[in-house]
C-alpha cells in the first residue's frame, strides 16, 4: 500500500500546493464580507456549515456503503469463522474456536485447492502478461486503424465469464470439439481436457488469458505511450536495434506498471471462481469429478453452498485474505528494492 | 498505481484542461513512432483473429443443432436453427426476465457508482478537509478486499431481511466503487479548474449548485468513461448474484450458469443462449468500442 501513497501523495502535494495559496485568501476575504451582509446572518452560517460539512456529505455515501456492505461483513465473516454456521440450521450458531480452520489445514481438498489456484494462477498470468507486452508493443508502432485493433483485442473483456467459459467448454469437448479436431492434424490424440488434470487447468487457463490478454495489452500501452521520446533518440544513436530498445528501455520504464499487472492478475487469480464453476459442468462447484481445477474461491463456494457449512466457508475466504495479504507484501518488499536499485 | 507519477509532470506542464486526451498523448509519441512492418499487421491479425474467433463461433454453434455440434469435423459454417434455438434458450433460461433485471441491475448500479465517484472524487481532488489524505487512502486500501470475504454475512443478513431473491440484494453492495472514486479524483484535480469553483463561491453558490453547475459538467467525458466500464462489469458480475440470486429471479449471468449446469445439455441452445446473454454488451461495445479503450487506457495510467 504504501506503494500507492507514494504515488498519490505526489499529484496531492501539487495539487494542492500551487492554487492552495490563492484560494486560502480567497476564501478569508470572502468569510469577512463577500457573501450576504451581516457577519451573523443566518444566510452566512448556513454558508460557513456548507462549507464545512459538505466534504464529508460527498463522500460519505462510499463510506456509509462500503463500511455496511464491505467492512462489516469483513468482521462478521471472521466471526462466523469462528462458529459452527450450517446453511440448514441458521438459528444454531455455536461457538466453534479455530476448529474450521484446524479442520481446514487438515483437509487434503484444502490443500489441492490452494494448489490449483497457485498451479492456475501462474499458467494463466505468465502467458497473458507476456503476450500483452508484446501486444502492447506492437499496437505502439504508427498503424493503420489503430483504434480498431484496440476494440478487436479488448473485444474479450466484453464477453461474461458464464459466456465466455460456456463456448471454451464447447470447444474443449472431447468428442467432436474444435480444439481436439485442430490438434489431430497436428497428430496429437483427442485429450480429455474436462476429465484430465493438466487439461482441465490448462483450458480454464486458456478462458482466463483470452478474456484478460488484450485488457492488460491497453494497460501497457497506455504506459509506453508515456515514455519519453529522447529515451528512445538516445539508444537509437547509441546503436541500439528495436529489439535492443524494447529490452533496454520499453521493459525498464514499464517496470511499474508491470508490478501493478502483475498485483492485480494474482488477485484476480487468487479469487477465480466462474470459469472452474462452469467448466465442470454438473461437478462443477468440486472442480471436475475429481477436484482437478478446484480453486479456492470454488473450495468456499462448494462449502458453503454446496455442502452447506458457511462457517467453514468463512474460514476460507479469512484464508484466502491472509494470503492476499501476503502476496501484497511481497510485493511491496520488491517495489521497495527496485526502487533502491535505480 | 505508480505510473500516476509518471504523468503528472506532463500535464502540469500542457496544463489544459483536458489535457488528458489522446491526442496529447499522439503528439508526444509521435516522433518514436515507427510505423508497423508487415510482420507487426500478420501477427496482430493472428491475435485479433484469436480474439474475434470463439465469438463468431458461437454464433455458427448457435446456428446448429445438438448432433451436428458432436460430429467431427465441427461445424465450421452457420446452419439454419438459429432462430429456433434462440427461441429455446430464451425460454429455457428465462432470458426474457433476467435481461430485465441485468438492465436493471446494471443500469442502477452504474448510475450510483457514477454519480457517488464524482461527488467522492470531486471532494478528495479539490476540496480541503480534515483527515482528507487518509481517507482517500482508506478508500483505495478497499481496492484489495476480495468480495468472497463478504458474501456470508451477506447472504445471512440479506435472508433475514427477506430479501432473498431481489435485485437490491446483487445492486446495493454493488452500489459505490473505490476504483471510481479514485478515477473521478484523478481527472478531476486535471480538468476541473479551482478558480472555477472559487468564483461560484464567491458569487455564494452553495456546494450543491457547484456540484450541479460547475463540477458535473466538467466531469461529464469521464463520468461517460466510468458508466461504460461500470456498465460492462456490472453486467458481467457472477459471484454475488449467483449466492444472492435463484432460477425465479436470475440475473444473465444466473441464467446462463443454470443453463450450462443441466444434466442433459443442449450444446446448440447453450450457445444461443451465451449469445444473447453477451449481445447486448458486444453491440455497446461496437458502438462505445473506442471510449471504453480510452477509459482503460486512462485508467491504467491514473489507476
Not at chain 1, 18 to 42: I, K, L, V, Y
Not at chain 1, 236 to 245: C, N
Request: a positive charge; aromatic letters at 12%; glycine letters at 10%.
Amino acid at each position: 500500500m504504501t506503494s500507492s501513497k507514494q504515488a498519490l501523495a505526489h499529484p496531492a502535494t501539487s495539487a494542492d500546493a500551487a492554487p492552495g495559496s490563492q484560494p486560502g485568501a480567497a476564501r478569508g476575504a470572502q468569510g469577512r464580507g463577500t457573501p450576504p451582509p451581516g457577519p451573523d446572518s443566518w444566510r452566512s452560517r448556513l454558508y460557513r456549515w456548507d462549507m464545512k460539512a459538505s466534504p464529508y456529505a460527498f463522500i460519505a455515501p462510499f463510506f456509509i456503503v462500503f463500511g455496511a456492505f464491505g467492512l462489516v461483513p469483513l468482521l462478521y465473516t471472521a466471526w462466523y469463522s469462528l462458529h459452527n454456521v450450517q446453511l440448514s440450521g441458521l438459528d444454531h450458531q455455536t461457538w466453534a474456536g479455530l476448529d474450521n480452520y484446524k479442520n481446514l489445514l487438515s483437509s487434503e481438498f484444502f490443500w489441492n485447492a490452494l494448489e490449483n489456484t497457485f498451479t492456475i494462477g501462474v499458467i494463466s498470468t505468465v502467458p497473458q502478461l507476456v503476450m500483452a507486452i508484446g501486444i502492447a508493443h506492437l499496437l505502439n508502432y504508427r498503424l493503420r486503424g489503430s483504434t480498431v485493433w484496440r476494440v478487436v483485442m479488448l473485444t474479450p473483456y466484453a464477453t461474461s465469464v458464464a459466456a465466455a467459459t460456456l463456448v471454451f467448454t464447447l470447444l474443449y469437448s472431447w468428442d467432436g470439439g474444435m480444439i481436439n479436431w485442430l490438434l489431430h492434424f497436428v497428430g496429437v490424440d483427442p485429450i480429455n481436457w474436462r476429465e484430465s488434470d493438466w487439461g482441465g487447468q490448462f483450458a480454464v487457463s486458456s478462458i482466463v488469458i483470452w478474456r484478460w490478454t488484450g485488457y492488460n495489452a491497453l494497460i501497457y500501452l497506455a504506459a509506453m505511450q508515456a515514455i519519453p521520446t529522447d529515451l528512445y533518440e538516445s539508444a537509437a544513436l547509441d546503436g541500439a536495434g528495436r529489439w535492443q530498445q524494447f529490452r533496454h528501455v520499453t521493459v525498464p520504464m514499464l517496470r511499474p506498471t508491470i508490478l501493478f499487472t502483475v498485483v492485480v492478475s494474482t488477485i484476480g487469480a487468487t479469487q477465480l471462481f466462474g470459469e472452474p464453476l462452469l467448466f465442470g459442468g454438473v461437478s462443477g462447484s468440486k472442480g471436475g469429478s475429481a477436484h482437478q481445477y478446484q480453486t479456492l474461491g470454488l473450495y468456499m463456494y462448494d462449502q458453503g453452498w454446496g455442502i452447506g457449512n458457511l462457517g467453514k466457508a468463512s474460514a476460507i475466504a479469512w484464508t484466502m485474505f491472509l494470503i492476499l495479504l501476503i502476496v501484497a507484501a511481497i510485493n511491496l518488499l520488491i517495489t521497495r528494492r527496485l526502487r533502491k536499485s535505480q | 498505481m505508480t505510473t500516476t507519477e509518471l504523468t503528472v509532470p506532463q500535464a502540469g506542464a500542457k496544463g489544459t484542461p483536458d489535457g488528458r486526451g489522446s491526442g496529447r498523448r499522439r503528439v508526444l509519441g509521435a516522433g518514436k513512432q515507427l510505423h508497423a512492418g508487415p510482420v507487426t499487421y500478420v501477427v496482430l491479425t493472428v491475435f485479433a483473429l484469436v480474439s474475434l474467433a470463439p465469438l463468431v463461433w458461437t454464433a455458427v454453434a448457435a446456428s446448429r443443432n445438438n448432433e451436428r455440434l458432436a460430429q467431427t469435423p465441427p461445424p465450421l459454417w452457420f446452419g439454419g436453427n438459429l432462430f429456433k434455438n434462440l427461441q429455446a434458450a430464451w425460454d429455457q433460461a428465462g432470458l426474457g426476465t433476467a435481461m430485465v433485471n441485468s438492465t436493471i441491475v446494471a443500469g442502477t448500479i452504474t448510475v450510483g457508482t457514477v454519480v457517488f465517484s464524482t461527488l467522492a472524487g470531486f471532494a478528495f481532488a479539490k476540496l480541503r478537509f480534515r483527515f482528507s489524505g487518509l481517507l482517500l487512502l482508506l478508500t483505495i486500501g478497499t481496492m484489495m478486499i476480495p468480495p468472497q470475504l463478504a458474501v456470508v454475512p451477506l447472504y445471512l443478513w440479506m435472508s433475514d431481511l427477506g430479501w432473498s431473491n431481489q435485485l437490491q440484494t446483487v445492486i446495493l453492495p454493488t452500489l459505490v466503487s473505490a476504483f471510481g472514486t479514485f478515477f473521478m479524483r484523478q481527472y478531476l484535480l486535471q480538468a476541473l479548474p479551482t478558480e472555477l469553483i472559487e468564483a461560484a463561491r464567491v458569487d455564494g453558490a452553495s456546494s450543491l449548485r457547484v456540484v450541479w453547475h460547475v463540477v458535473f459538467p466538467a466531469a461529464r467525458p469521464a463520468m461517460a468513461v466510468l458508466g461504460l466500464l461500470t456498465f460492462v462489469m456490472a453486467w458481467n458480475d457472477f459471484l454475488w448474484p449467483i449466492i444472492a440470486l435463484n432460477q425465479q429471479n436470475p440475473t444473465v449471468q444466473v441464467a446462463l450458469n443454470s443453463l450450462g449446469t443441466g444434466y442433459v445439455p443442449d450444446q446448440a441452445v447453450i450457445m444461443a443462449g451465451a449469445l444473447l446473454g453477451t449481445l447486448p454488451l458486444l453491440i455497446a461495445f461496437l458502438l462505445f468500442g473506442k471510449q471504453i479503450v480510452g477509459g482503460i487506457m486512462q485508467g491504467a495510467i491514473k489507476g
